[in-house]
């Protein structure tokens, strides 16, 4: 998951970060458009983001609330999937971790127009409390960062 869970008197979690992953900004390919200066180029610019559910979506927030850039914004969305389909649908720039939308980064129908090394996804594994560590799950944890590496690529 990319959202922590928290540990109450029913659920006794243990919440592992497993890996961050850079944000950036994408939109269509436009050769007509010059080189995406962040954040001068936000200004009247439409832009899709996560919803304020997501802690990408505060960060960003506070992050260009200090430019004194009002946002234009285009469209909020709640869910990854639909914001992967609406940066290919739309004109507006959207922001996004990269693997949401590696096969479109990947095929042209999204460029990366910029990075933000501010702000980075983090993935959970939630893993219940036990007495005793279960050594398949171990053995999972420990090659889960090698995996998810790999599907950046």
């Known amino acids: 998951t990319n959202t922590p869970v928290k540990r109450d008197s029913e659920h006794s979690w243990h919440c592992h970060l497993i890996h961050e992953q850079k944000v950036s900004l994408v939109g269509r390919p436009d050769k007509?458009?010059?080189?995406?200066?962040?954040?001068?180029?936000?200004?009247?610019?439409?832009?899709q983001l996560p919803s304020f559910d997501?802690?990408?979506?505060?960060?960003f927030e506070r992050l260009v609330s200090?430019?004194?850039?009002?946002?234009?914004?285009?469209?909020?969305?709640?869910?990854m999937a639909m914001l992967r389909l609406m940066a290919k649908e739309s004109a507006a720039i959207t922001l996004t971790p990269p693997v949401v939308v590696k096969d479109e980064?990947?095929?042209?129908?999204?460029?990366?127009l910029c990075h933000i090394p501010e702000i980075s996804e983090r993935f959970y594994a939630i893993i219940p409390v036990r007495k005793k560590p279960n050594e398949?799950?171990?053995d999972l944890m420990e090659g889960i960062p090698e995996i998810l590496s790999s599907w950046e690529q």
């Open 66 to 79: 200090e430019t004194g850039i009002r946002l234009n914004l285009a469209a909020e969305v709640d869910d």
């Open 105 to 112: 980064l990947k095929n042209g129908e999204l460029v990366e």
């Open 136 to 138: 398949l799950t171990q």
């Open 54 to 59: 997501s802690h990408l979506r505060v960060e």
């Open 32 to 47: 007509k458009r010059p080189k995406f200066r962040f954040p001068q180029d936000l200004d009247g610019t439409p832009i």
